[in-house]
């Protein structure tokens, strides 16, 4: 790498004044490399409030500058500063700060004559946006390396105790498998030399200066800027030979007033972990979105754009039911349905059980497009005894090749996974995504859900898959809808986990919304209101709630033609009766039927 660099310029704010710099050869005492404002440089008057809780260093040293004339107003360009002499800065990003007065990533603003970025001249395209990263250093042996390393000398470190030294920044991921498999051979597993090489490649080659390091330590996220290059040093403990400068912020941020989904991605158990997914949320941890707002217009972030900080903290809500919303489910009192919302907000996983035809799967599809805007963010699948894991979440299942009609088995993503891809994608984070599990008691539940059912109650945590591999969580606006049918005493009830995991709400035709929804729905339709007599006759004469018949088998427009009661009752509702009481000699006609209940309403 060579070390005779151009010039370096960075456009203000305003666009038209430009300051310029150069990088040094010479490190600082972290590691980092220096870097030079050059005199006559403009400088923004003003900085961000933010500034000196977030970057003290550059702000102390930028207040010093100031006090001793370094610093001072500019005749060429009124209302801002300028620098009177050259001025050594610890950091790329340190210099840009001081000119700016807010937190600037360095390696991507400065640039030269060409247009191309500092990072750009050491072979790391800048097209590759800045990442964040986790980094572990708190789950290894005492002393947490965190605390007792890490945050005081600047750095950040990466156990290799027996990697060869000679190892550079940017060897790929062949030679570091090779080196791996030779020098680590009697000492790890293959799937642990599989994911050192994972994290070897991501600490020597994927970071880069400018990109955004986490550590985790008491409880507490500290956050820092890799500012230099990864070295391969001697360590005593053998525990920190790999190592990058890091400019860290001074106070880190209790663990669990973190974001949900910043949570999740810190819960993966390896020594490095791509953050990106959930950068947004970092990168606004400890600010309001005034700050955040006042921070992009010092950078000058194109107007009318949104701030990805501020979209990512955007609030998931489920809207209130409307009076509207109930009449046109034809339930009793909209407050019924603003408790089930609660319900669902609450518990995220919900099930609606009742004997059949008490309108369960229709009130979840119903529900769940109110809820979550439109049919576009709800998926419907149904359970039966054959469905399995691999059908739901995902599994190996063959699939013809369309040009050598050949078949093999591949990775497929089941529904549940399909929606939670769908619901976890950059701008859907705020909007509620619902899977309708029709049916639900009809599986075994324990090799349909597997992993799964962990993270149904633990959702800011990650598990490893079975298939893929993938560290995967439920996302956080991601809710199930299941119905249950109690009639059919052939299948097992809900287990004492999964009642643990999920709200129940009973649709029965002894209380409402079920108990009146026949008769309002005929009064809506201008239609006698016999059949709900008939209904509510027919019910008391049942005695176990579980069997009692739903209204929507009369809510249907083949009823009322030409005998269509007649029919209906004979080949619908008087077999369920046959079914209650098979075995028992009954004459169900003679209980049941339409005449004997007309009779006995007269």
């Not at 340190?94 to 600037?104: D, F, N, P």
């Not at 008087?574 to 339409?594: A, S």
């Amino acid at each position: 790498m060579a070390d005779d660099f151009p010039e370096f310029r960075l456009r203000l704010p305003n666009g038209k004044m430009v300051a310029r710099g150069r990088l040094l050869p010479e490190k600082g005492a972290k590691g980092s490399r220096m870097f030079v404002i050059s005199a006559g440089s403009p400088v923004r008057a003003n900085t961000v409030p933010s500034f000196s809780a977030r970057k003290p260093p550059s702000y102390h040293t930028r207040q010093r500058l100031i006090d001793t004339g370094v610093i001072r107003r500019s005749d060429r360009w009124p209302g801002y500063l300028e620098t009177v002499s050259d001025i050594e800065c610890t950091s790329p990003s340190a210099a840009a700060e001081i000119l700016m007065g807010c937190s600037v990533n360095g390696w991507g603003a400065w640039k030269s004559a060409d247009g191309r970025a500092l990072i750009d001249h050491f072979g790391q395209p800048s097209v590759v946006p800045n990442r964040s990263w986790l980094v572990r250093g708190a789950n290894t042996l005492s002393p947490d390396l965190v605390q007792h390393q890490w945050l005081p000398e600047g750095v950040v470190t990466l156990t290799a105790s027996r990697l060869r030294q000679g190892v550079r920044q940017g060897t790929g991921k062949d030679e570091l498998r090779a080196l791996v498999q030779e020098d680590y051979e009697s000492t790890a597993t293959y799937s642990q030399q599989q994911q050192l090489v994972e994290d070897l490649h991501a600490f020597l080659s994927r970071m880069k200066p400018g990109d955004t390091v986490c550590a985790v330590s008491g409880r507490r996220l500290y956050i820092g800027e890799i500012t230099g290059e990864a070295e391969q040093t001697h360590s005593e403990d053998r525990r920190s030979n790999l190592r990058r400068p890091v400019e860290w912020q001074p106070t880190g941020y209790p663990y669990d007033e973190l974001p949900e989904e910043l949570q999740q991605k810190l819960s993966i158990q390896h020594d490095v972990v791509d953050l990106t997914p959930v950068q947004a949320h970092v990168e606004g941890l400890g600010l309001t979105d005034e700050e955040l707002v006042e921070e992009a217009e010092a950078k000058e972030r194109v107007t009318g754009l949104e701030i990805p900080a501020i979209t990512a903290r955007r609030e998931l809500a489920l809207p209130e039911p409307t009076d509207e919303l109930a009449d046109e489910l034809l339930v009793h009192d909209a407050e019924w349905l603003r408790e089930v919302r609660d319900l669902m907000w609450d518990e995220r996983q919900l099930v609606l059980y009742g004997p059949p035809g008490t309108g369960k799967t229709y009130l979840a599809l119903k529900l769940a497009e109110f809820l979550g805007g439109g049919p576009e963010q709800v998926k419907l699948v149904q359970f039966h005894p054959s469905y399995a894991y691999e059908d739901f979440f995902e599994g190996f299942r063959p699939q013809q090749d369309p040009q050598t009609r050949e078949v093999a088995f591949r990775l497929t993503a089941g529904p549940l996974r399909e929606l939670a891809d769908l619901a976890s994608r950059e701008g859907n984070r705020h909007i509620p995504h619902f899977l309708i599990i029709d049916e639900l008691n009809r599986a075994n539940l324990a090799k349909v859900f597997g992993e799964l059912y962990f993270l149904l109650e633990y959702r800011n945590k990650t598990v490893r898959l079975t298939y893929s591999g993938d560290d995967f969580a439920l996302p956080p606006n991601l809710f199930v809808i299941g119905t249950m049918n109690i009639a059919d005493r052939s299948i097992a009830l809900v287990d004492a986990a999964m009642r643990r995991r999920f709200a129940f709400v009973e649709l029965s035709p002894r209380t409402e919304p079920t108990s009146g929804l026949l008769r309002r729905w005929l009064a809506k339709e201008n239609k006698e209101p016999e059949p709900a007599d008939l209904l509510d006759e027919l019910n008391s004469r049942i005695g176990d709630s579980d069997f009692r018949v739903g209204p929507s088998y009369l809510m249907k427009k083949g009823v009322y033609r030409e005998g269509g009661l007649e029919r209906t009752w004979r080949t619908k509702i008087l077999p369920l009766m046959e079914e209650y009481h098979y075995g028992e000699g009954l004459d169900i006609e003679k209980q049941y039927g339409l005449a004997a209940l007309r009779k006995s309403l007269r």
